[in-house]
């Protein structure tokens, strides 16, 4: 149980385009997800939490305006990175929080999306 | 301000042998969980094991186990009987409470685990 998804895997655009990466939990509900991204040999930073039917929580220096989210569903956030450039290009990995009423609420993550921007 | 630290970058362990990976962190909370994630060659974030920070026994999952010292804010992770598979980069995560019943991760630099065969 817990899974949680990323699509796509990989995607290669031209600078000033937009690309749109979703995350779904694909056996739980998540009411919130998080954001994060990882350059290479680094470690996560988170970008944004994610609430469904909310606006997003965004850290201080992510711009709102450049990385838009979405949170239309309990099972679904997407990511969108808009006007992208090259210094966009990175790792970018979703989590999902499962709320297990028991134990420790646990955040689960996605496989990543690798971008690359031309 | 939150911080994780692990201060060891690389490790390498011989196959079968046991293995200690430090993380120590920096909080005001008196309620927080603590986590370790592998991260394989392909990049998936696994989780390893957790820890409430309001329990004092020590969370152990097979051959993995932490040693928790609140008082010392430590939080080492012991792999026992290392195995190919647990070559990877291990995080260390501090999880603070955000509002809402949700919690944000804050993540070490990551330690480079190479098991040797």
């Known amino acids: 149980g817990a899974v949680v998804s990323q699509h796509p895997s990989w995607v290669i655009c031209k600078s000033g385009t937009s690309v749109k990466i979703e995350c779904r939990s694909l056996?739980?509900?998540?009411?919130?997800m998080f954001w994060y991204r990882q350059f290479p040999k680094q470690s996560l930073m988170l970008m944004a939490t994610s609430n469904e039917g909310s606006k997003a929580t965004y850290e201080q220096g992510v711009e709102k305006d450049k990385f838009l989210i979405n949170h239309a569903s309990l099972t679904l956030s997407t990511l969108t990175v808009t006007s992208a450039h090259p210094e966009d290009s990175s790792f970018y990995i979703c989590?999902?929080?499962?709320?297990?009423?028991?134990?420790?609420?646990?955040?689960?993550f996605g496989p990543g999306t690798r971008l690359t921007v031309l | 301000a939150q911080t994780v630290t692990q201060s060891q970058p690389e490790m390498s362990v011989q196959e079968a042998e046991t293995v200690t990976l430090s993380c120590t962190y920096d909080t005001s909370e008196n309620n927080y969980y603590l986590f370790w994630y592998k991260q394989p060659p392909s990049r998936q974030m696994i989780l390893v094991i957790r820890q409430e920070a309001y329990k004092q026994q020590n969370a152990t999952e097979n051959r993995f186990s932490v040693n928790f010292q609140k008082a010392a804010k430590s939080f080492s992770l012991k792999i026992s009987d290392s195995q190919l598979g647990d070559t990877a980069m291990y995080f260390c995560?501090?999880?603070?409470?955000?509002?809402?019943?949700?919690?944000?991760?804050?993540f070490g630099k990551g330690t480079k685990l190479s098991v040797i065969p």
């Open positions: 056996d739980f509900q998540a009411t919130t």
């Open positions: 989590s999902a929080l499962f709320v297990s009423g028991r134990s420790t609420d646990t955040q689960y």
């Open positions: 995560a501090l999880g603070e409470h955000s509002g809402a019943g949700s919690y944000q991760l804050t």
